[in-house]
């Protein structure tokens, strides 16, 4: 008879964190934002004509323009909202030639500890030679190629979350 009376008020609590699991879930946001900028003190200098490229471009556009002498920069901003916990985030930016071979690459960590949310942004200057710290940065080299911006939580698998194609031409 016991069994019987504990039935509903069992059933009713199973139900009501069901219920605050799938609300949770719904209000569980995590967001991260890439824009890109490129910069050229080369590409300052020239006169501006409508066939020109821009010295200094902040884009969403696919095609990004460098100078050799110039400068890739990729801006990540995030903004993690009601927890109970977040996964520590890696962010990767790649630069890739024509041919696959990496170029350049930096990569940032994002650990949230607040379980109600965080947010941040933190600037990724990607340079041509430096793969690690401690490379030598040099001029970029003329030719196409392919920047790639991933994420990764922990013990999960890379997920892109943008890419563009860069083009350093001489000016």
Avoid at 118 to 128: E, I, N, R
Avoid at 138 to 164: H, K, L, M, N
Wanted: charged letters at 15%; aromatic letters at 4%; a negative charge.
């Amino acid at each position: 008879m016991t069994i019987k009376r504990l039935g509903l008020p069992i059933a009713l609590l199973i139900v009501a964190i069901l219920s605050i699991e799938v609300l949770l879930t719904l209000l569980r946001q995590r967001e991260i934002t890439v824009t890109f900028s490129a910069e050229s003190a080369a590409l300052a200098a020239l006169p501006e004509t409508p066939d020109s490229a821009a010295a200094e471009t902040t884009t969403d556009e696919p095609l990004l323009t460098l100078a050799p002498d110039g400068k890739l920069s990729v801006t990540v901003a995030w903004s993690y909202q009601i927890g109970p916990r977040f996964p520590t985030t890696t962010v990767h930016a790649i630069v890739q030639s024509e041919n696959g071979e990496t170029v350049a690459e930096r990569s940032l960590s994002i650990t949230c500890t607040n379980p109600l949310g965080c947010s941040g942004s933190q600037v990724l200057d990607l340079s041509y030679g430096v793969r690690a710290e401690g490379d030598t940065a040099a001029d970029w080299q003329i030719g196409r190629y392919s920047v790639q911006v991933t994420r990764t939580y922990s013990g999960q698998q890379p997920t892109e979350i943008t890419s563009r194609r860069l083009t350093v031409i001489n000016p």
